[in-house]
């Protein structure tokens, strides 16, 4: 399964997909640093590894 994310640049308001599994991804248009929303997935992790 490819997950993918849909991030919208705040920079240039240019929309795109990424698979990384990075904080920050780079937009494509104007070559900014972006950073992703955390998923409920990682939440998920962060739980799991309480204690
Ligand atoms: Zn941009």
Redesign the pocket.
Known sequence: MKKERKVE??????EFHTRSKLVKVT??????K?PVKMKKEMQKLMKKKGK
Do not use: F, N
């Open positions: 640049c705040p920079h240039c308001g240019h937009c494509p248009s104007c070559g900014r972006i």
